[in-house]
Structure formats: C-alpha cells, structure tokens
C-alpha cells in the first residue's frame, strides 16, 4: 500500500470513529457485541451475529423495490421471513422477484385494523408510501392495515425472533402499539425518519427511549443515523 493510501484510509477510519461516537452522543450508549449485515447499500441492515435458528420467525414491514435482505436472512439461515407491504409497486415487484423462502402479504402495520389513507412518494423514484401526509407525498390510496398483534394471530405466531421495519414515518405509531400490547421481538430493527419535518428528532428520541425502557439495547446505529438494531440480550 502506498503512503497515499494508507493516510486516506486512515483519515476514513478516523471520519467513521467520529461519526459514531457522534451518533452514541445523540441517541445513547450502542452495547459492543457480535454484528453482522445482511443486504446491500442503502437498503442492508446490521443485526446480531449467527443469531437465528431455522424455525426463527421473521417480520420484515417495508419492502419497496428491494429484497437483498430478505434474500440474504433466507439464504445464511434457511429461515421463512414474512414480508408486508401494502404499496401497488411493491407487489408487482414481489410478485416479479418469486423469492423462495418469502412469504408476502400486501397489508401496511400500524396501531388499528381496517381500510386506511396511504400516500405515496411524488417522486418517481421514491416507491414506499406512508399512513401520514407529508411535503413528499401526492397520489392517495386506500390500503388494507394491520396491529402487529392481529398479524401474529392470523399467521399463528406467538413470537418473534427478529423484526424489520421501514415504514415511511408510521413507526412512531406502531412501535406504541406493539410495545403497550406487549410485544417483545428479540431482536428489532427500524428506520426512523427524524428527517422528515413533520417528524423531526424529538420523536425519535422519546420511541428510542420506550425501546430500552421495554428491556431492549441499542446494538447498532447506521451512519446515517437512521437505522437502529435493538436485541433484548440474554432473553428467550
């Protein structure tokens, strides 16, 4: 390696170790333990290391126009991950990808049952719509939406072993929902959009703080600041 590089790549690592202390300032102490990602770019998600079993049950809320993570939880542990995701796109790219191991259903989560407003992106190349009104958002639909717990009971699930969920801005209200119902997935991973002016960080500190308050620890942070894995570590 030429001197050139090697200051480059340490003034990177210097960059990141800054960036993440940042962000442990701002949102709180990460727990240093095993990690790893699954997915690619903008759409991987970190979680811990050799943590499922092959009857694990997992929920991934959000898809968009993007399985690499669904696709690579399948194929490093054999497991059946359950997708959800109410957007026309999203299903006609679900339908169009027949990933096995992916068993879809075309319903948003969120804090009630029933036929609810969802918005989608103005931009074309924005896919993902949201249960709230927004600068972002035009065309509106109607949209079948679902509570956690009437999920899990419809599919027989009494538990589950790693949740995801990147679902536009309706995170808020669902991860209330999900953790006065007394839901306790051991491991839980969710995008908060603090960068949306109707939302902004407040929010997202005070969802953070119900989190850990339920018994979770913060694991992991993104660097952009926006995706957090939470495990409940040492639990069953």
Known sequence: MTSTG?????????????????????????????IETHGEGYGSWSMLRASLARDAVVYSFGIGEDIAFERSVIGAYGVTVHAFDPTPRSCA????????????????????DGEGTFFLPTL?????????????????????LRRLRTIMDGLGHERIDLLKMDIEGSEYRALDDLLAAGIRPLQLLVEFHHRFPEIGLDRTLAAIAAVRGAGYDLVSIADSGEEFAFARLGKN
């Open 6 to 34: 090697f200051v480059s790549r340490m003034r990177q690592a210097v960059s990141t170790f800054r960036q993440r202390r940042h962000l442990a300032r701002r949102f709180g102490p990460v727990k240093r333990v095993a």
């Open 93 to 112: 790219y679900v339908e169009a990808a027949r990933c096995e191991g992916l068993v879809f259903t075309p319903v948003g989560l969120s804090d009630a």
């Open 124 to 144: 074309e190349e924005h896919v993902s719509g949201t249960t709230f009104k927004a600068e972002h958002t035009a065309q509106e639909i109607r949209v079948q």
